[in-house]
Nanobody, 133 residues
Framework: QLQFVEYGGGLVQPGGSLRLFCLSSKFNLDYYTTGWFRQAPGKEREGVSCISDSDGRTYYKDSVKGRFTISRDNTNNTIMYLEMNDLKPEDTGVYYC?????????????????????????WGKGTSVTVSS
């Protein structure tokens, strides 16, 4: 279901930074594992980073470790962020936020969630990020 709005994308030079925002206008993120996915031109969509709702664990794709930071607003549990630093041309793509419901007692593998876009229950239309000089 299309229930997020992403913004914050744009054109940035290599080495620059962007902060992406994901806003849920229709539901609270409690009990949802959330993440950011991206799709580069001509490539399949891939998971970039995911975060647990229950214990704050995070997962990052190897190529973005140390450069990207995912977070959620725990006081207003309808917003998620992706801080992106030291951007590279290969980070170019459309970035989507998405959420997967966590059933009571379910054990979540964040790397598993980030690997399966088709399992996500809610998502947005995406925001475009272009890294180019």
């Amino acid at each position: 279901q299309l229930q997020f709005v992403e913004y914050g994308g744009g054109l940035v030079q290599p080495g620059g930074s962007l902060r992406l925002f994901c806003l849920s206008s229709k539901f609270n993120l409690d009990y949802y594992t959330t993440g950011w996915f991206r799709q580069a031109p001509g490539k399949e969509r891939e998971g970039v980073s995911c975060i647990s709702d229950s214990d704050g664990r995070t997962y990052y794709k190897d190529s973005v470790k140390g450069r990207f930071t995912i977070s959620r607003d725990n006081t207003n549990n309808t917003i998620m962020y992706l801080e992106m630093n030291d951007l590279k041309p290969e980070d170019t793509g459309v970035y989507y936020c998405a959420a997967r419901y966590r059933y009571p007692g379910e054990s979540i593998s964040l790397s598993g969630v980030c690997a399966r876009w088709d399992d996500m229950d809610r998502w947005g239309k995406g925001t475009s990020v272009t890294v180019s000089s």
